[in-house]
């Protein structure tokens, strides 16, 4: 079985998608240019710290409550 001249001659996996890592053309027409990797990472970044935000904030809204307003005495006393 002979390889094109495309082929590196090192393959990935059992022989599959590993050529594209030594071919620079190549990698570059399957992930796209490199600003889209920068936008995909800022994205990411800016999902992940919206989730913490969204998580973190009820319970800061809770804890201010409880300590500020909350009065327990008022609770049991009925």
């Known amino acids: ?3 094109s001249s495309e082929c590196s001659g090192l393959r990935g ?9 030594l071919n620079p053309q ?3 027409s399957i992930t796209g240019p490199a600003q889209g990797k920068d936008l995909k990472k800022w994205l990411r ?3 992940v710290f ?5 998580v973190s ?3 800061i809204v809770l ?3 409880y300590i500020l307003f909350w009065d327990a005495k008022e609770v049991y006393a009925r």
Do not use: E, F, W
């Open 50 to 54: 919206l989730y913490l935000i969204s």
């Open 45 to 47: 970044l800016a999902v």
């Open 26 to 28: 190549r990698k570059q």
């Open 13 to 21: 996996l059992n022989g599959i998608g590993g050529d594209y890592m």
């Open 63 to 65: 804890a201010t409550y």
């Open 1 to 3: 079985m002979a390889h």
């Open 57 to 59: 904030l009820p319970s």
